[in-house]
């Protein structure tokens, strides 16, 4: 069922349309938060209390966007980042690889998500394969080899994560497998949804929610549930096992769920090449605060020594500008681009990393910056006792 534009204009008219258009668990999973949503909230929210400081005249009419990524080239400072979520698309991660690709950013692929790295990195060279703390020390292994073999150029490893359950709002129910008796059940909340329908009708294939990229060598693709399950009954890591297993890499290696200025540091030492200011997208424990609260204070403490990226609340490209300001090298959104997918597929997609691309440069071009690189605190409003500091002290932090 074809929109008559499907163009949009703002990553919340994405939202809107997500909404519109995939059944009610579908767009539950992809709103996700926990308990108050206060951290969901909190991340878009803090963006919106920093102002900015436009110049007047002076302005550069050629703007440089592109920057690299833990070795990686990108067209803007805007990444995929990585998330398990099944069902938005027949085409899934393939689509969002496309489109990346088409827009010369690096793509982060979730451990848990529908489609194989092979056919992802096929789609997009420049994919960096994201693993969460799960199954023994040989079974890491055996899923970073073959990362590796499929072309991943860095590894993401996200370990901010402490199984937190129940939403206010209520959660989706996601079922273990969609097979006859389920499609039945579930009819009556995806019926009223004809154009998401139609996508999967169109493959004749309905989702299968396995997890292609935790398949053992001698057996089927873990479902969503048992994949989750192994991770629920692993021990959770030491720092010790975080160097080994950025050693374990040996290529580029990203920490994501960083919030403290001690963790940061920490972080340093086991050798990582970058870290990711996150807090899971408001989806780990609920009240931690913004990460673009937090962010100066870990820029100052250790952007020196490592790469510092955000992820969290980004929902335009003056809010990447922002974070851009504040210390980050560039940024992951999430959220956002789902929106895109659920509402145009692929296109959707392109339309919401051009939609940042565009906010971005009318921000350097108002701030009269040659490029991203150029964007600094001074660019900014920032109110009084905006910025925290987690976990010590971080001298050269921009006051809060
Ligand atoms: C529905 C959903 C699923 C996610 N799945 C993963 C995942 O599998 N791996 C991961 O590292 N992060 C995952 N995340 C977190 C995102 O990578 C990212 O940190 C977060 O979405 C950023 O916040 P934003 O959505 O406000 O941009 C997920 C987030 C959402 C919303």
New binding site residues.
Partial sequence: MPLKNPWFETVAEAQRRAEKRLPRMVYG??V?GSERGRT?DG??GAFGELGFAPRVAGHHADRDLSTTVMGVETSMPVLI?????QAVDPEGEVAVARAAANRGVIM?L???ASKPVEEVAAANPNVFF?M?WSGDRDTMVERMDRARRAGAKGL?A?LDWSFSNGRDWGSPTIPEKIDFRTAVKLAPGVLPHPGWLWRFARTRRIPDLTTPNLKPADGPAPTFFGAYGEWMQTPPPTWEDVAWLRKEWGGPFML?GVTRVDDARKAVDAGVTALSV?N????NLDTTPATIRVLPSIAAAVGDQVEVLL????RRGGDVAKALALGARAV?????Y?WGLAANGQAGVENVLDIMRGGLDSAVLGLGRAGVADLRPDDLVVPPGFALTLGGEAPGAPAG
């Fill in positions: 999973a992809l996700a969901v991340n878009t980042s990585p998330t398990g979520v982060g979730s451990s848990f994201q969460y993401i996200t994501k996150s899971h997208g408001g989806n992820d969290g609340g980004v992951l959104i999430g959220r956002a789902l």
